[in-house]
């Protein structure tokens, strides 16, 4: 069971943009095979066949994939061809495995493709004379723009081989200050993470930040390397604290999260350092030093206060207000829900509003405060109108229902327990007119008998 919030440990999925990917320009090579119908072909021969060479005539007749591998050999790419050669067998191997039916089996064939084609002919071309020409940084800038060609789905094997295939060129190059090397190891810790390899992530993810620290580099995005692997190793740490926690492994979990905290404060992300503030608390709390959680939890609140950032402070007050609960503090937990009401009034935060009524009226509620409770969620409910959200102005319409319940309960009972003909009276005239319990009966009945002597 997890004991940390999922929301804050999912992988980002997408890899960052470290260069602007290069556009590839399409080949000249003959596409007839790509025409369907039989006037596209006569009117495409009329005009591309007359005076051709035998060559090109076999160029015309030859599927676009083994166009483009007779030109790579030609020019001596031999390395280049094996590679796509083998890189287009394992597509369809792939397509064979899934069978029909498939995701993958829905997509043409990689041979099929022609745009796809050419963008692995120009890039491994290319990449392959770099090589030769010992210039791994251009090497590894052709191999990266491969791997941000195939983005589907269906072609994450793609990608990744590609990606792998920079980390190992990233080594080589030597000129860039470990630029490169740094981008490999943020693109592998993510292929490692989102295969749950999380140890191997780490350890990636820990170079990343190693070689970006002092560094003034910036994705396509203009956000810092150095806080990307800050972010990065926080998210990471925070899951491995978790597993930590789901195996009692407790003090082990709590320095995993402050080594959290402390890239969160790094990468200099007020929200990050709330987050990863709170999830440190939660393993204290889970270790049985409660003190020291509140103490967190409330670094969590000051953080989210500032930020305006309602969820999180749903988070940070609910668990002050579970471990003040479960200490018997009564007292401090009205005072905690107070002022969680206060910030929320006067940050104009209303959904904030709306969750700190409802904390401190379950709270009322689980007292036995059933008037109390009742004007905490009226006040809720009043708030959630404001927000036009409907879902959240009938959670808050149940509430009041509940604790109007709970309010007729206690005079129900009362009576129920009285035993005398007095109160079956009372509950008898409940009972035809649900308004108020405690209304005199001998009242309700004159009532009804003066409106029944009435002339229609």
Known sequence: MNVLPQAILQSPGEHPRFIEQTACPSL??????????????????????????????????????????????????????????????????????????????????????????????????????????????????????????????????????????????????????????AQAHANMGLINEEQGQVMKAAKHYEAFHQLTEGSTWKDETGYTYNSLACKHLWRIYTLLA????????????????????????????????????????????????????????????????????????????????????????????????????????NAHLNQSLVDSCVLFGNICNERGNYNEAFEKFIQAFEAAKTLNNLPLVDETKTYCGIANAHKLMVAFNSHIEAEDPLSLQYLLAWKENRSDMCTDPLTVEHDKETSASKPL
Request: glycine share 6%.
């Open 242 to 345: 978790d597993k930590m926690l789901e195996n009692k492994e407790h003090q082990q979990a709590i320095k995993t999260l402050i080594k959290a905290l402390k890239m969160a404060k790094e990468g200099g992300d007020r929200k990050m350092e709330g987050e990863a503030a709170y999830c440190l608390s939660l393993a204290y709390n889970v270790a049985g030093e409660q003190q020291k959680a509140l103490s967190i939890l409330n670094t969590s609140v000051e953080i989210f206060t500032g930020l305006c950032d309602s969820a999180g402070l749903r988070r940070a007050y609910a668990a002050i207000t579970e471990i003040l609960v479960s200490q018997g503090k009564a007292d401090e937990t009205i005072q905690c829900l107070g002022e969680f009401m206060k910030a929320a009034e």
């Open 28 to 181: 000249d090579f003959a596409r007839i095979h790509l025409i369907k119908d039989k006037d596209g072909i006569d009117d495409y021969l009329a005009k591309n066949i007359k005076g051709l060479s035998k060559q090109e005539a076999a160029a015309n007749r030859n599927s676009y994939k083994k166009n483009i591998c007779i030109h790579m050999l030609r020019q001596g790419y031999h390395k280049s061809f094996s590679e796509l050669f083998t890189l287009i067998q394992k597509w369809n191997a792939l397509r064979e495995a899934a069978g029909p039916g498939s995701a993958i089996w829905q997509q043409k064939s990689l041979e099929e493709q022609p745009d796809k084609l050419d963008q692995l002919y120009h890039f491994l071309t290319r990449a392959e004379a770099a090589q030769r020409a010992g210039h791994y940084e251009e090497v590894y800038d052709n191999q990266l723009n491969l791997a941000y060609c195939f983005n589907g789905p269906e072609e994450k094997w793609l990608s990744n081989y590609f990606y792998e295939q920079c980390f190992n060129t990233a080594q080589l190059v030597t000129i860039d200050g470990g630029k490169r090397e």
